[in-house]
């Protein structure tokens, strides 16, 4: 018998919306790792929160979102506002019930300093990776470096002299400049909407435009990014970022350290050995070779292994840019823009993390 097409709605829900989502469902790994990994982190929600006055919105709760946004590509806070109004799955990995009402899309920029200021990032993807370590999904000996441009939201146009002499005369109004014949340099130029954004080129015969560098470290076992970090774009950042992370994960015990030619550096190559990190950095010149490393390094099997692995640092930046934060920032500041970029790459190693602990499904029976 044909059924009857019903168009209004029931009054009253007797589903939860745990039963909603299926049992093998993705999310349900990386909402298990995440909880976890904000459970550990209330002293830094209470360092930042004042102890009196009206209750906010659980910074929880905005940490989940925000991982919605990377995870699944949404463009603005505003859309995915209206994505938690309306989608169930949604509604479960935040914490909402189906009758709960969802707040302005305002409050992530509003709340966006106390997260910054209580390292959330940074400390979500400290939990994350000791997490995998317990897991003995590290190597903690073999490891990766490599930085990526991050395009800032400034445009080249609000570059501005830094004598004045070129700024605009009065609100709204671009006053007519002849650019033929003038370069614009770092030096003698910054843009009026992201200061701090750097004027970059990618390669010979590409433009510049302005930019921030990330930069992360990978584990060789899985691919699992432990650690990243965010500089303005210089031609020395990458060699100077990756000694930082480098420093942040200390060990007594012998490490390689893979890299493309760009690290192939004296300074650099001194450096790593100072900390008892042998350089597998891929020669700068293939004719006439490396002008620090030899064939002890060169020639051993380790060294094409490493060279070998290092290129899957890329999956990150790739997946990090595909329709998502690192393609091009929508906030403006090195802080932000850290925060936004320590973010994603954490999401990144959630999901990979997540992926790694789900059990290998049981062979059918013969």
Known sequence: ???????????????????????????????????????GMSRDFERVYASEGRPSIAPERLVRASTLQVL??????????????????FRWFVGLSI??????????????ERL?????????????????????????EH?????????????????????????PPGPGRNRMVDFHGEKRTNATHVSSTDPEAKLYCKARGQAAKLSYMGHVLMDHRHGLAVDVELTQASGLAEREAALL??????????R????????DVASFIEACRARNVTPHVAVNNSQTGSAV???RTVHHAGYRVSQRLRKRIEESFGWSKDGRPLRKMKVVGLRKVAFLTTLTVSCYTLLRVAKLLVPPPMAAPA
């Open 1 to 39: 018998m044909r059924g009857d097409d019903v168009q209004q709605g029931g009054l009253f829900s007797y589903v939860s919306l745990e039963s909603r989502v299926p049992k093998d469902h993705p999310l349900r790994g990386m909402k298990a790792l995440l909880d976890e990994a904000l459970s």
């Open 72 to 89: 699944y590509s949404i463009r603005s806070e505003r859309l995915l506002c209206e994505q938690l109004d309306y989608n169930l799955l």
């Open 143 to 167: 490891f990766s470096v490599d930085g990526t441009l991050i395009e800032s939201w400034a445009s080249v146009k609000s570059m501005r002299r830094r004598d004045g002499k070129d700024e």
């Open 293 to 295: 490393l030899d064939g």
């Open 99 to 112: 009758d709960e009402g969802v707040w302005d899309h305002s409050t992530f920029t509003k709340n966006r």
């Open 256 to 263: 390689t350290l893979a890299a493309d030619k760009g690290y």
């Open 116 to 140: 910054i200021e209580a390292k959330v990032a940074r400390n979500l993807l400290r939990r994350i990776v000791r997490r995998a370590k317990a897991e003995r999904l590290l190597s903690n």
């Open 245 to 254: 992370m480098l420093d942040r994960h200390p060990s007594h015990a012998q």
